[in-house]
């Protein structure tokens, strides 16, 4: 008899499969994370894997600038490139076609009888024999390593500016506003529903879960419309009332089904005993069904939170509102890539801020998440 054990080739593929799946989903969301505490310079320039090391990279060009002083009959004005005393220049330039044409410490003629010299870490001095007046002085091209950097600049600026149009806050309790109750009504409602489905005895019964599993196919986008002119025939078109009804008549049927099949599971004697000694189909509802459900209900609320807080195609059509007080996350990111197109550490903190909080209730309540959707496919 064998000792050890060989696994197949099929399980060494799900194993690969699954970890390659893992970091697929990762990686991307790790490297928003590190991006969002990177400067736009360090984003231009360098991916995110590199973050934790020392950088080499071309600086912008940086003009010489500073007060003049008159040292042994020459004009001389002296300062540092850098604010930083970390960084260290390998090599420098005075012309955008040969950024790198000189080595650190080496003093160069730039024209009128003046010379600059630029030293490792930053530090120049541009001296001539006449005063530079109004003149304008060169520019310093330098390539340079730097150490790491991390800002918590971008986060302030989103969440916390107060001058800051375009700033997240607002859209962060905006989007709460909209999620938290169109997660909440449909489950109420879909809980009710799937336990008269499931348990309660009435005419045409058959033809409502048909009706149910018809409706889980029906496109999102085919009732938008005539959706919104009944919402405005009846004046709740613009507003978070309209789009509470929304999330919760287009997220009823998954919730119905599944919580449907969960409850059909459950032990029918608890259910035959409760009300042999009386109970009303209230009472085991509250009592007894719901306690058992709650893995089911905890995964689709799950679905409908994730789905209803990323949402952007709902918001755009029943959050109608020129002003920008009930503008949603989603559709302020779309905002700032159309506004911000090059500053990618803004976008990547505000795209960051809004995955932060369904990445949390993913991993607080994902136990459940597979108990729920495998609920009545196993007798």
């Known amino acids: 008899m064998n000792m050890f054990s ?48 020392t950088q080499e990279r071309q600086a912008p060009a940086i003009r010489i600038s500073g007060e003049e002083a008159e040292i042994d009959g020459r004009f001389v004005i002296s300062g540092n490139l850098f604010e930083s005393d970390e960084v260290e220049i390998s090599k420098w330039g005075t012309s955008s076609r040969a950024p790198e044409a000189y080595a650190p410490g080496e003093t160069v003629d730039v024209g009128d009888g003046a010379s600059l010299t630029v030293t490792e870490d930053g530090a120049f001095s541009l001296a ?29 600026f989103v969440l916390f500016d107060p001058g800051n149009r375009e700033g997240m806050a607002r859209a962060f309790f905006n989007t709460l506003t909209v999620t938290i109750p169109a997660t909440i009504i449909p489950i109420v409602i879909a809980a009710f529903a799937a336990y008269a489905l499931a348990w309660m005895r009435f005419p045409g019964r058959a033809l ?15 009732a938008l419309i005539p959706l919104l002119r009944l919402h405005n025939e009846i004046g709740i ?45 209230f009472q085991i509802f509250v009592k007894i069904i719901l306690p058992l459900s709650f893995p089911a209900l905890a995964s689709f609320a799950i679905f409908q939170f994730l789905w209803t807080w990323n949402d952007l195609l709902v918001a755009l059509v029943f959050l109608i509102d020129a002003t920008g007080e009930t503008t949603v996350m989603t559709k302020q990111i779309v905002e700032l890539l159309g506004t911000r197109g090059g500053n990618w550490e803004i976008l990547a903190t505000s795209a960051f801020v ?11 309540m994902q136990k459940y998440l597979v108990r729920g959707l495998l609920a009545g496919s196993v007798k």
Do not use: C
Request: net charge positive; charged share 15%; glycine share 8%.
């Open 6 to 53: 060989k696994k197949s080739p099929l399980t060494w593929a799900v194993h690969i499969s699954v970890v390659l799946l893992v970091a697929l989903w990762l990686f991307p969301t790790v490297g928003l994370f590190v991006s969002s505490f990177r400067t736009a310079d360090q984003i231009a320039n360098t991916g995110w894997w590199k973050a934790l090391f």
């Open 237 to 281: 078109g613009k507003g978070y009332l309209g789009v509470w009804l929304a999330h919760t008549g287009f997220g009823l049927p998954l919730a119905i089904y599944l919580l449907r099949n969960y409850m059909v599971g459950l032990p029918r004697d608890i259910i035959e005993n409760a009300r042999v000694d009386g109970a009303t189909d």
């Open 128 to 156: 001539a024999p006449q005063s530079f007046g109004d003149s304008r002085l060169p520019r310093v091209f330098t390539t340079a390593t730097r150490p790491p950097e991390f800002t918590l600049e971008n986060y302030r």
């Open 208 to 222: 409502l879960i048909a009706a149910v599993v018809g409706l889980l196919v029906v496109p999102l986008q085919l």
């Open 354 to 364: 809004s995955i932060a909080v369904p990445l949390v209730v993913f991993f607080a």
